[in-house]
């Protein structure tokens, strides 16, 4: 069983900056990809942006150049460090990640940790 832990979340005013972190513990073997999605209540997860263990990052369009997503493999975190934030911003943003727990592929979620921006 794989723990996905989400931390960072919470509310700041437009142009300011927060940094989601995520820790995934359990029976992990091997973490392909660490990704982070957003979702509005009634609407289906879409990605904010995604790196593999080999450093590969993928960026949602609305988030290019103001977001940055790294990790930490030893330590199976991934942080989002998100700047320059506006109020369509505000989301509930959820961590998942994919790998092997040693017999099978995973793919895990977290509870997700919401952002609001607003003045």
């Known amino acids: 069983q794989v723990h996905v832990v989400e931390s960072g979340g919470g509310w700041v005013q437009p142009g300011g900056s927060l940094r989601l972190s995520c820790a995934a513990s359990g029976s992990i073997n091997r973490l392909y990809a660490m990704s982070w999605y957003r979702q509005t209540p009634g609407k289906p997860r879409k990605l904010v942006a995604s790196i593999t263990n080999g450093g590969y990052t993928e960026y949602g369009d609305s988030v290019k150049g103001r977001f940055t997503i790294s990790r930490e493999n030893t330590k199976n975190t991934v942080h989002l460090q998100m700047n320059s934030l506006a109020p369509e911003d505000t989301d509930v943003y959820y961590c998942?990640?994919?790998?092997?727990?040693?017999?099978?592929?995973?793919?895990?979620w977290g509870q997700g940790t919401p952002v609001t921006v607003s003045s």
């Open positions: 998942n990640v994919r790998g092997f727990d040693g017999r099978s592929a995973l793919d895990a």
